[in-house]
Nanobody, 128 residues
Framework: QVQLVESGGGLVQAGGSLRLTCVASGRTFNADAMAWFRQAPGAERELVIAIARDGDSTRSADSVKGRFTISRDNAKNTLYLQMSSLRPEDTAVYYC?????????????????????WGRGTQVTVSS
């Protein structure tokens, strides 16, 4: 069974940092485009940051540029989201997503519908 499991969420003060981890099991993800999305209460799920199959090409939401970075360790089947300078508006459930369909090597897929594998999410709460 294919699974994505996120961890690392929690409560942090504004200005603090967190690192989220997404461990994939059931298949090898080193050929997949992957991403982190988030959903705040009452809002739609939105792209935070995506990474292409090549592991170098990334795409960030404007709201997190310069603060969040994405990386992957294909040997460990793991995706990371390093978040710094956190703000109260970053409070949301963060989801890991993978695209198991054929993907372009350097393209970062921005839409929720372009991903077909999802984790259950991890809560990040930033207090002011």
């Amino acid at each position: 069974q294919v699974q994505l499991v996120e961890s690392g969420g929690g409560l942090v003060q504004a200005g603090g940092s967190l690192r989220l981890t997404c461990v994939a099991s059931g298949r090898t993800f080193n050929a997949d485009a992957m991403a982190w999305f988030r959903q705040a209460p009452g809002a739609e799920r939105e792209l935070v940051i995506a990474i292409a199959r090549d592991g170098d090409s990334t795409r960030s939401a404007d709201s997190v540029k310069g603060r969040f970075t994405i990386s992957r360790d294909n040997a460990k089947n793991t995706l990371y989201l390093q978040m710094s300078s956190l703000r109260p508006e970053d409070t949301a459930v963060y989801y890991c997503a993978a695209r198991s369909r054929p993907s372009l090597l350097t393209y970062t897929y921005p839409r929720e519908s372009e991903y077909d594998l999802w984790g259950r999410g991890t809560q990040v709460t930033v207090s002011s």
